[in-house]
T-cell receptor, first 111, second 117 residues
Framework: SQKIEQNSEALNIQEGKTATLTCNYTNYSPAYLQWYRQDPGRGPVFLLLIRENEKEKRKERLKVTFDTTLKQSLFHITASQPADSATYLCALADSSYKLIFGSGTRLLVRP | GAVVSQHPSRVICKSGTSVKIECRSL??????MFWYRQFPKQSLMLMAT?????????EQGVEKDKFLINHASLTLSTLTVTSAHPEDSSFYICSATPSGGATGELFFGEGSRLTVL
């Protein structure tokens, strides 16, 4: 069955460091992969989308890589800030916009 | 960015009653909307795909007679939890993508927290 795995343990880092979150998937050939941010009690907010033929995407302090051979995406936040503390969700989709979500990784940035 | 509004944000009801949750796309038209539910510290689980003017497509294991979906216009989809029971208590979230949009980005509502007593 299709499976998306994100580290269930919270990632705790010092302000100013780079946070790296991992998303691994199995039994899936996604057309694209997305990353979302979710704050407690709120709906997810879209951050970045990367397509299967793209290796890397950047947006301000965010960077996403997509390795379809390893079936893995890495999500980086550089110069992290306490305001970046949230749960980050990885989601995969085929061409129908139907997203399958990972369970998310909680990031805590200490001041 | 596009805005999706959900209402109510919180609802508490007695067991056996029905609850309706609305999802509106405020500044764009959405042929398709999606309904998810999320239990604490768990992933968003897709429940159904809501199609304007036609029947919703439900995911495996989701009871269509219990979770009624109506998508009567290009800006509104509703989810009705019928005869709610405590195990239906969850965070329900809708999402939409603009009709004809090519990016695949989904815009999510703020979610509706349902508590069934």
């Amino acid at each position: 069955s299709q499976k998306i795995e994100q580290n269930s343990e919270a990632l705790n880092i010092q302000e100013g460091k780079t946070a790296t979150l991992t998303c691994n998937y199995t039994n899936y050939s996604p057309a694209y992969l997305q990353w979302y941010r979710q704050d407690p009690g709120r709906g997810p907010v879209f951050l970045l989308l990367i397509r299967e033929n793209e290796k890397e995407k950047r947006k301000e302090r965010l960077k996403v890589t997509f390795d379809t051979t390893l079936k893995q995406s890495l999500f980086h936040i550089t110069a992290s800030q306490p305001a970046d503390s949230a749960t980050y969700l990885c989601a995969l989709a085929d061409s129908s916009y139907k997203l399958i979500f990972g369970s998310g990784t909680r990031l805590l940035v200490r001041p | 960015g596009a805005v999706v509004s959900q209402h109510p944000s919180r609802v508490i009801c007695k067991s056996g009653t029905s609850v309706k949750i609305e999802c509106r796309s405020l500044d764009f038209q959405a042929t398709t909307m999606f309904w998810y539910r999320q239990f604490p510290k768990q992933s968003l689980m897709l429940m159904a795909t809501s199609n304007e003017g036609s029947k919703a497509t439900y995911e495996q294991g989701v009871e269509k007679d219990k979770f009624l979906i109506n998508h009567a216009s290009l800006t509104l989809s509703t989810l009705t939890v019928t005869s709610a029971h405590p195990e239906d208590s969850s965070f329900y979230i809708c999402s939409a993508t603009p009709s004809g949009g090519a990016t695949g980005e989904l815009f999510f509502g703020e979610g509706s927290r349902l508590t069934v007593l």
